[in-house]
Nanobody, 126 residues
Framework: QMQLVESGGGSVQAGTSLRLSCAAS????????MSWFRQVPGKERDFVAT????????YYTESVKGRFTISRDNAKSTVYLQMNSLKPEDTAIYYC???????????????????WGQGTQVTVSS
């Protein structure tokens, strides 16, 4: 089993920054990659960014490239999402997710992830 706990959400003005954290506990030695997704009411959960735990490779959705940075601290089994230049369209619930014990997965597909956090709300006002 694994538990993921997000923190760092909040309400901010456009153009400012937030840093989300996701701390994993339990089967952390089995983590292949951790990702951030976001979801607004009535819409699907969308991929934001991912990082592999072995090599630290990162991938981002196009709309956040150059503004968001995902990083990891393997010793703490924690992943961060630094969000700069926030826009109102970044408003969503942000979820942390983990893939374990496999390298065969689609990083963009929520159903390929084994564990999820409870989500943290990010609200960006103009």
């Amino acid at each position: 089993q694994m538990q993921l706990v997000e923190s760092g959400g909040g309400s901010v003005q456009a153009g400012t920054s937030l840093r989300l954290s996701c701390a994993a506990s339990g089967r952390t030695a089995s983590i292949t990659a951790m990702s951030w997704f976001r979801q607004v009411p009535g819409k699907e959960r969308d991929f934001v960014a991912t990082i592999t735990f072995t090599r630290g490779k990162t991938y981002y959705t196009e709309s956040v490239k150059g503004r968001f940075t995902i990083s990891r601290d393997n010793a703490k089994s924690t992943v961060y999402l630094q969000m700069n230049s926030l826009k109102p369209e970044d408003t969503a619930i942000y979820y942390c997710a983990a893939v374990i014990d496999t390298t065969y997965y689609n990083r963009y597909r929520p159903s390929d992830y084994n564990y999820w956090g409870q989500g943290t709300q990010v609200t960006v006002s103009s």
